[in-house]
């Protein structure tokens, strides 16, 4: 009878044979971010708390040691529920954080509140850190802008291209999923941390973004927090406020006393009117109302 020869093989080969096709393509796009973190030098890292960021400040740390820096910029535009999030992150992990101020809104285009504002606000921030990095040493900045990212509209990522800023999650090719997922296999408690964007975003495009606005918001979405809902957006629309709930908690949301307690918390606040979105929680459901060809363009 004819035999196959047996030919032994390293041990590493077996893992790989049995790790599943997605398995082995998200290894492989760990290696190219490690690969891409490597030549970036002295790093300056554009850190929020949020998945994406903190993922990508973690594994710069991992990959560079002492030569990376996540800095967070504080502006009134960032809850102190998110500052404080991203300062206990960032110690947990030993992760060397710098916090500067940005002063975005002073600028009279970002307060104007017109579709352009991450533009201006991302512009603020690689301004602000440019001069920070050159002052301290930095060759480079990243930022954590993904593959999904590219689907949205996302003004300020223009911004980043024209300070040259690196984007290594995207270029290595990973998905928010993936991103929470690599996460998750390091341990990183923020894996599935409910996305997260600056408070200006919950105020309609056209509204004034003014530091009441914002103090607003932020009560409304903390008051929010309270009462137990994790996944959620409280929308300003000047005498309206639109709250919208995650599917899987809006059942909580409907009822009469849950009402009851919305309007006191948000009639409280200053809102004439308080209405629950029945179309639940929609990460920049402000966009739905720009006009199609202004998304197209991007700004």
């Known amino acids: 009878m004819f035999r196959l020869p047996i030919i032994s093989a390293p041990p590493y080969y077996h893992i790989l044979f049995l790790m599943p096709p997605i398995a082995v393509d998200l290894a492989s796009k760990r290696d190219a971010l490690d690969a891409r973190l490597r030549t970036l030098g002295r790093t300056l890292i554009a850190y929020s708390g949020g998945v994406d960021s903190a993922f990508l400040a973690w594994a710069a740390h991992q990959t560079l040691g002492d030569d ?16 404080n999030d991203a300062i206990a992150f960032a110690k947990e992990y030993g992760i060397a954080l710098e916090i500067i101020s940005t002063a975005e809104l002073e600028r009279p285009e970002y307060a104007h509140n017109d579709a352009s504002r991450c533009f201006h606000c991302k512009d603020e921030l690689f301004t602000v850190m440019e001069d920070f990095g ?57 894996w599935d941390k409910p996305a997260s964007a600056c408070l200006s975003s919950r105020i309609e495009y056209g509204r004034p973004v003014t530091r009441e606005a914002l103090s607003i918001v932020e009560e409304g979405e903390d008051a929010l927090r309270a009462l137990g809902f994790r996944q959620f957006r409280v929308r300003h629309h000047g005498e309206i406020v639109r709250i919208e709930i995650a599917q899987n908690e809006l059942a909580r949301a409907l009822n009469p006393e849950m009402a009851a307690e919305f309007t006191r918390i948000f009639k409280g606040l200053g809102f004439k009117f308080v209405t629950l979105d029945l179309e639940g929680f929609r990460s920049g459901s402000m966009n739905s109302l720009l006009p199609l060809e202004q998304l197209r363009r991007g700004v």
């Open 68 to 83: 990376m820096l996540a800095v967070i910029a504080d502006s009134p535009s960032l809850a102190r529920t998110h500052l």
């Open 134 to 190: 050159r002052t301290c040493g930095f060759n480079s900045i990243a930022y954590g802008v993904n593959v999904d990212d590219q689907g949205d509209f996302r003004p300020g990522q223009q911004a980043a291209r024209q300070h040259n800023i690196s984007a290594p999650l995207l270029e290595a090719g990973l998905t928010k999923q993936e991103i929470r997922e690599l996460a998750h296999n390091a341990g990183l408690r923020i």
